[in-house]
């Protein structure tokens, strides 16, 4: 399965160094810690939890769940409020991600990884990893 880096036709892609899309699903790159096991994202050099810069980039997803949930009423103006917000868990670690529509799901609602447009400027649409409710998980 070959993994590539994800990058827009048009607009900005934010994230999408971490981002690959195989053609069927999207996941995100972690980063693993060799020395003491534990997963981050962003992905990173040197550990957090124990100093150690053996990490190995590691996929992650393209399933998880919700761990919570908001609407945001008032935002930036590059997006458009309301919007939803969610913490995801995917794969030991837990990650933020727009989520499409303008109810925010329950905690423990499966999720999917996809790629969708969450803003816009005067340079176009900005689109980034999003999280579709209803995932296999």
Same mark, same amino acid.
């Given at each position: 399965?070959?993994?590539?880096?994800?990058?827009?036709?048009?607009?900005?892609?934010?994230?999408?160094?971490?981002?690959?899309?195989?053609?069927?699903?999207?996941?995100?790159?972690?980063?693993?810690?060799?020395?003491?096991?534990?997963?981050?994202?962003?992905?990173?050099?040197?550990?957090?939890?124990?100093?150690?810069?053996? #990490?190995?980039?590691?996929?992650? %997803?393209? $399933?998880?769940?919700?761990?919570?949930?908001?609407? =945001?009423? !008032?935002?930036? +103006?590059?997006?458009?409020?309301?919007?939803?917000?969610?913490?995801?868990?995917?794969?030991?670690?837990?990650?933020?991600?727009?989520?499409?529509?303008?109810?925010?799901?329950?905690?423990?609602?499966?999720?999917? #990884?996809?790629?969708?447009?969450? %803003?816009? $400027?005067?340079?176009?649409?900005?689109?980034?990893? =999003?999280? !579709?409710?209803? +995932?296999?998980?």
């Amino acid at each position: 399965m070959s993994h590539q880096e994800v990058s827009p036709a048009t607009g900005r892609m934010v994230g999408g160094e971490w981002l690959a899309d195989n053609g069927s699903s999207v996941s995100i790159t972690t980063s693993k810690c060799r020395n003491c096991a534990r997963v981050w994202f962003p992905p990173r050099a040197v550990c957090a939890g124990c100093a150690s810069a053996d #990490l190995d980039a590691v996929p992650a %997803g393209p $399933d998880g769940v919700v761990y919570a949930s908001t609407v =945001v009423r !008032i935002g930036p +103006g590059q997006f458009a409020p309301p919007y939803v917000l969610a913490y995801l868990d995917i794969a030991g670690v837990r990650v933020l991600a727009h989520i499409p529509g303008q109810q925010g799901p329950q905690p423990g609602t499966p999720i999917r #990884l996809g790629i969708g447009e969450i %803003g816009a $400027d005067n340079n176009g649409p900005i689109r980034s990893y =999003v999280a !579709i409710a209803g +995932g296999a998980s």
